[in-house]
């Protein structure tokens, strides 16, 4: 079977033993990711005039300063400050004046529902300086194209659907963007074949965690403990990936 560029990476997650396959392809994406920014990047000024303006979330930072790039690290870094120095600048002004306007009123409009409206709104406005995160855009659009790609395998590729009936499900949040996703792509049967597929996957193999996570709580009572530990070593981490994406290696 000749298999594309594009779909031999959504092939080889799903001949994997996982609880989302998606999550491998997102796990795989992230690391070459940070490798990217940590090396190339840094020289590119659209890239940088990126990292500048947005920065990177608490998890990509950690995973940066991880890499140990601390040179590379830190040219973003420090032009990034820059940036978020000159926005906070901007911002300083209007707050300011917003609590100046607030102590001018009188005390009747001070109180009630809508007290400090001005000073909270332009607080508010910080999200937009500390609120974005480029790793995170780039790894939202990489792995919108991955789901794109396995509907398109659903439907194009004759030996795929029994591939993916074998498999754990999803996480959550793949689920759901599956879910959202497929009716733009697949229509007709194909889509409820899909849907009936996913769903009754991802309740089978919600069902088969709940009893794992159970019995590795239960291995706990000294009754148990020469019982076989069976799946269930390692199910809370399993449990937490399936519940929140992959968050534990």
């Known amino acids: 079977?000749?298999?594309?560029?594009?779909?031999?990476?959504?092939?080889?997650?799903?001949?994997?033993?996982?609880?989302?396959?998606?999550?491998?392809?997102?796990?795989?994406?992230?690391?070459?990711?940070?490798?990217?920014?940590?090396?190339?990047?840094?020289?590119?000024?659209?890239?940088?005039?990126?990292?500048?303006?947005?920065?990177?979330?608490?998890?990509?930072?950690?995973?940066?300063?991880?890499?140990?790039?601390?040179?590379?690290?830190?040219?973003?870094?420090?032009?990034?400050?820059?940036?978020?120095?000159?926005?906070?600048?901007?911002?300083?002004?209007?707050?300011?004046?917003?609590?100046?306007?607030?102590?001018?009123?009188?005390?009747?409009?001070?109180?009630?529902?809508k007290k400090g409206a001005g000073v909270v709104e332009t607080a508010g406005e910080l999200e937009d300086i500390s609120g974005h995160c480029v790793l995170c855009e780039r790894l939202a659009d990489n792995m919108e194209r991955y789901i794109y790609t396995l509907l398109y395998m659903y439907k194009h590729e004759a030996e795929f659907p029994a591939l993916f009936a074998k498999s754990k499900g999803m996480c959550l949040k793949h689920y759901r963007?599956?879910?959202?996703?497929?009716?733009?792509?697949?229509?007709?049967?194909?889509?409820?074949?899909?849907?009936?597929?996913l769903v009754d996957l991802e309740i089978e193999n919600f069902e088969r965690l709940e009893k794992e996570i159970e019995w590795f709580t239960l291995k706990f009572d000294y009754r148990n403990e020469d019982k076989p530990w069976g799946n269930s070593r390692d199910a809370v981490k399993r449990s937490i990936n399936k519940l929140r994406e992959q968050v534990i290696e």
């Open 177 to 197: 963007e599956s879910l959202a996703m497929a009716p733009k792509h697949l229509s007709g049967e194909r889509l409820k074949q899909f849907v009936d597929t």
């Open 1 to 113: 079977m000749k298999q594309h560029i594009d779909t031999a990476p959504v092939w080889e997650a799903y001949r994997q033993d996982c609880e989302c396959p998606l999550c491998l392809l997102n796990a795989k994406v992230e690391a070459a990711n940070v490798n990217y920014f940590l090396g190339e990047s840094v020289m590119e000024p659209d890239q940088r005039i990126d990292v500048n303006q947005k920065g990177f979330c608490t998890r990509h930072f950690r995973q940066l300063y991880d890499a140990g790039n601390r040179l590379g690290l830190g040219l973003m870094t420090h032009t990034h400050l820059k940036e978020t120095l000159r926005r906070l600048g901007d911002h300083a002004k209007r707050m300011k004046d917003a609590a100046a306007e607030e102590a001018g009123k009188p005390v009747y409009k001070r109180i009630g529902p």
